[in-house]
């Protein structure tokens, strides 16, 4: 268990829809990323939020946004949704912004557009 | 732009031998490190060891080793005395010394034959 934690772990919608995903870090990280992974693909790089503000933005779409909230707990939302935006999305945490090693993983939210 | 690139989609090994998975990575910079992460079925990413580029010395953690080898911007993953429990997807990741993105390849899924 890596201490952070993301809801839910499957969704289903239909396409053209809104869903929101949510992540709570590890005690103590202020850094969260969000992760795309496709079948059968590395993951990609989305955003990142640093104690409430983004401080790197990936390959994310116009159709997503993110936030981090006071209580650093990040939200991932995804809007007119397509049978593309089927994939596993991951939330890592780390302590800082830059200069630290690893990033811990939760365990994914499963997004599956019909 | 940073890449990382594993050319080996899929790998097998016998249980308790030994198993090399290789990586590759583009880069410009002088100051990153590098990790492999592991994916079992279960799908969550998991640590499995990191390099730091200024160290000459291999990084080792149990079972798992690597081979850095800076010039030819190479870092593999040495797995000894495979478990039924190593089976799992090992990607290799990078990222800037003074960055915050991860950079992943595209995953090798490795099978233990018992």
């Known amino acids: 268990d890596s201490g952070v934690t993301q809801t839910p772990k499957h969704l289903i919608t239909a396409t053209g829809q809104r869903v929101t995903l949510r992540c709570s870090p590890r005690?103590?990280?202020?850094?969260v990323y969000w992760y795309q992974q496709s079948l059968d693909q590395g993951l990609q790089f989305l955003i990142q939020y640093y104690n409430g503000e983004e401080r790197a933005k990936g390959n994310i779409l116009e159709r997503f946004s993110a936030q981090q909230f006071p209580d650093l707990h990040s939200e991932l939302n995804l809007s007119s949704l397509e049978l593309g935006d089927s994939a596993l999305y991951f939330c890592?945490?780390?302590?800082?912004?830059?200069?630290?090693?690893?990033?811990?993983f939760g365990p994914g939210t499963r997004l599956t557009v019909t | 732009a940073q890449t990382v690139t594993q050319s080996q989609p899929e790998m097998s090994v016998q249980e308790a031998e030994t198993v090399t998975l290789s990586c590759t990575y583009d880069?410009?910079?002088?100051?990153?490190?590098l990790f492999w992460y592991k994916q079992p079925p279960s799908r969550q990413m998991i640590l499995v060891i990191r390099?730091?580029?200024?160290?000459?010395q291999n990084a080792t953690e149990n079972r798992f080793s690597v081979n850095f080898q800076k010039a030819a911007k190479s870092f593999s993953l040495k797995i000894s005395d495979s478990q039924l429990g190593d089976a799992a997807m090992y990607f290799c990741?990078?990222?800037?010394?003074?960055?915050?993105?991860?950079?992943f390849g595209t995953g090798t899924s490795l099978t233990v034959i018992p």
């Open positions: 890592a945490s780390s302590v800082g912004v830059q200069g630290t090693y690893e990033q811990y």
């Open positions: 990741a990078y990222r800037k010394g003074t960055g915050n993105q991860f950079y």
């Open positions: 005690s103590g990280d202020l850094s």
């Open positions: 390099q730091e580029a200024y160290k000459q």
């Open positions: 880069t410009s910079e002088s100051d990153y490190y």
